[in-house]
């Protein structure tokens, strides 16, 4: 993997950590994936009108479908988030979803994209899986009495982010769309589809704006800009090598959670960040 794409990956790591941090806090929310998509729009639109004008883009039906896939993709992966924040901790959903998704991108981009990674990166892809899955508590989450209310949202949400990272993969190396473009369509349609379930709840969306707007308006900017990053990594380099990469996330997962949260033992999780951070190295060189 390139320098710069590695670079890229590890700043949106920091960006991604921080707004999960921040849907964590909102998680009794009811409608807060809405109020941060329509921030989305409302923030980014400069930004995409510029892209727009200089580029030009062109949309026919595959691009077309490439956006509007993206978009159901995205909203599946947020309702489920929010939900396993809501039953379930951030130091058991986010490494979950986190480490569930990147094993299957692995294998998703070599079966789509036609990629072919090395020994190297497919041994650094395992490394990355197995430090989150010990972040997430290691053989302890299988025993019986296991705070487990989290697990299932959290693979479901891996899951997700296994197929957008594939679909959205394929969207900019082989469509070549844009990775401004395609991240505020999917932000732009999933504030709409959510919009009449929103609308339905009138009675709660003020009191939720006036408790929520802060985090809302984080995630409004770091969620973007994080996953944008992501996108520009995978023109530079492999899917199959930016997909794990990214999981160096999980280095300031653990310590949000440690520390901010108050979830505790920082040893188990500085010692699977350490083996995340070898699973980078391994997929960088490979």
């Not at 508590?137 to 891996?158: H, N, Q, S, V």
């Not at 930016?242 to 999980?250: G, I």
Request: proline residues 6%; hydrophobic residues 55%.
């Amino acid at each position: 993997m390139p320098l710069f794409a590695l670079a890229l990956v590890v700043i949106a790591a920091f960006t991604h950590a921080s707004w999960n941090l921040l849907a964590k806090r909102a998680a009794d929310s009811r409608h807060f994936v809405w109020l941060y998509s329509i921030g989305t729009v409302a923030l980014w639109l400069p930004v995409i009108a510029v892209v727009c004008w200089l580029q030009r883009p062109v949309l026919g039906w595959p691009e077309a479908v490439a956006l509007i896939g993206s978009a159901i993709l995205h909203t599946a992966y947020s309702m489920a988030l929010q939900r396993g924040y809501k039953v379930g901790d951030l130091s058991v959903v986010y490494p979950m979803a986190r480490g569930t998704g990147p094993l299957v991108s692995f294998f998703g981009a070599m079966l789509v994209l036609g990629e072919r990674p090395g020994w190297l990166a497919a041994g650094g892809a395992l490394l990355v899986v197995l430090g989150v899955f010990l972040l997430a508590g290691g053989p302890r989450l299988f025993k019986p009495g296991a705070d487990r209310k989290g697990l299932g949202w959290g693979i479901a949400t891996g899951a997700c982010i296994a197929c957008y990272t594939v679909w959205d993969g394929r969207a900019v190396k082989v469509l070549l769309l844009s990775p401004f473009l395609i991240d505020y369509a999917g932000n732009l349609l999933r504030a709409l589809l959510l919009t009449p379930r929103a609308l339905a709840d009138r009675a709660a969306l003020l009191p939720e704006w006036r408790r929520y707007w802060r985090p809302a308006l984080g995630v409004s900017v770091l969620g973007p800009l994080g996953y944008t990053l992501v996108l520009f990594a995978m023109q530079m380099a492999p899917v199959s090598h930016v997909a794990p990469a990214r999981e160096l996330s999980m280095m300031i997962g653990a310590w949000y959670g440690a520390r901010l949260l108050d979830e505790g033992d920082l040893q188990r999780r500085l010692l699977a960040a350490a083996i995340i951070v070898v699973g980078v190295l391994a997929l960088a060189l490979g």
